[in-house]
């Protein structure tokens, strides 16, 4: 752990040297003054204090060089405090800034399948708690090697003050370092079981308040508070547990140098009184002591903190040093307008989380979609539609198989024209808690009017137009002011202003009126027609909609059982007949 803990200390320090080393000359003259303070004392004490009782008055001369000297020395142990807790502080908020960028980098660069491996609570930690708890003992740490340059001073100082009561004084450090390596042994364990515990609560927390929704309307409320109240009191006797040795170290670590200081002053009793000392040499030692009795505390806030840094540290190396990357190829799009989609023999398969490898989820899939036309995805739930989605737009890759826009393989294509010709609006619909303008633009260059234009071809701008602010309007988390059909159309807008070259469009009106997702598929075929549309792919259930599709590839467990206009496979396949009609027969039963 220590050596681990050392090797943490040297790469933070080589990220921020010039602050660190800052901090570190500040640290080392604030230990340097406060040594020169005990020699200063010393000095007053055997020029100016006996004196003065001896003659009965004070020499103003020696009083002012007095004065003179504790001002100067208390000015510049001043500016070393400032220097040492400031540009410290600053290093260390350095690092955890950086480290935070870092990781969540990484978290952009990882493929959605290493995220679907791991809990959203737990890359919270991550990037949070685990960051912060690496880099925390660098808090410490300048003031830490301050007080081991202090140290040496004080030592050399109080051997030339006293040998003897030196010695006697200098027992209790040995003991310091030997109860600081049984500290670190015994509390490693229980700060790494509680680090975990910490991802383990946000975990929880985090699916607690995704699904707030279906926990009220089932009344899971109790079920959901027993949940978190047993991960809680897990973390709550973890965190005791480590309070617990600490609350032994700590008054240990707090008697030892006020049990060296209590034998420095009763040897130099004795000494002065027998004349092998004088009275301010004793007083020297005994305040050398006592001012550094605290700032050796420092040394064990490092020592202790290391068994936490090490194991935050691990948790944030751990997620830095995966290289699961998808990397972008180099190739660009010619041309604008509506892109023609190929795709060949494609097979796909989640990773497999036992011995056993995963089933296909979508195997065989091939099929061509000619530029500017629409096509509707059907199947039955679990057939593999929001899978392919997913393969489209790049969010996975494919086992086997090659998905290209208009002849390039859509790996091959750079990050930029890949986001810029794809456009995908998902099931679930995601709102911020910002404006409408943002909740379309994300921070993109739209003018207004580029904004309204897509709103109206979403049969949102009427809406919208109608709330207090327009485009200002704030929309609350996740858009909860809006209703679920209204949320969807603003996820479409958000698309559409990009003006993507394919469409995918992932159930992703199933929460608008029917009507409204008729206006909505005719504007869209409106503007392809005029050549400002994109292709479009659209995965749809309701026969309406369907039955506005140029063409329709029906899914059934993971292959295409089916191709061709929605009259023709009404047609020749029973089974995608009585799908489709069965949305229709359902809302007869229940009229």
Known sequence: MTRRGFALLGRGIREQRLLFWVSVVGSVLFGFMTVADARVLGWATDHVIRPSFARGDVTEGALVAAIALFMAVAILRALGIVARRLVGGIVYYRLVAQYRRQVTRQYLTLPMAWHHRHPTGQLLSNANADVEGAWAVFMPLPMAIGVIAMLVAAIVEMVRADLVLTLVGLVVFPAL?????????????KVAHAQSLRGSVSAVAHESFDGALVVKSLGRETDETNRFRDVSEELRDANIAVGRIRSIFDPLLEALPNIGILLVVILGVGRVASGAADPGDVVSVAYLFT??????????????????????????????????????????????????????????AFPSTGSAPAPDVLRDISFDVAPGRVVAVVGATGSGKSTLTSLLTRLVDPQDGRIAVDGVDIRDLTHDDLASAIAVVPQGTFLFDDSVRENVTLGGDFSDDEVWEALRAVQAAEFVAALPRGLDAELGERGTTLSGGQRQRLSLARALVRRPRLLV?????????????????KALAARTADGEGPTVLVVAYRKAT????????????????????????????????????????AREEMS
């Open 177 to 189: 370092f030997v109860i600081n390596v049984f500290y670190q042994r015994w509390l490693s364990p």
């Open 291 to 348: 001012v550094v009795a605290f700032p050796v505390r420092a040394i064990g806030w490092v020592l202790g903190e290391l068994p936490r840094s090490v194991v935050s540290w691990e948790r944030v190396e751990s997620v830095l040093d995966e290289r699961g990357s998808m990397p972008y190829g180099t190739r660009r799009l010619d041309g604008s307008g509506a892109v023609a989609l190929d795709v060949d023999d494609v097979r796909f």
């Open 505 to 521: 469009m992932d159930d992703a009106t199933s929460a608008v009126d029917p009507e409204v997702e008729q206006r909505i598929l």
């Open 546 to 585: 369907i039955a506005l599709a140029d063409e329709v590839v029906f899914l059934d467990d993971g292959a295409i059982a089916a191709r061709g206009t929605h009259a023709e496979l009404v047609e020749s396949s029973p089974d995608y007949r009585d799908l489709v009609n069965a949305y229709d027969q």
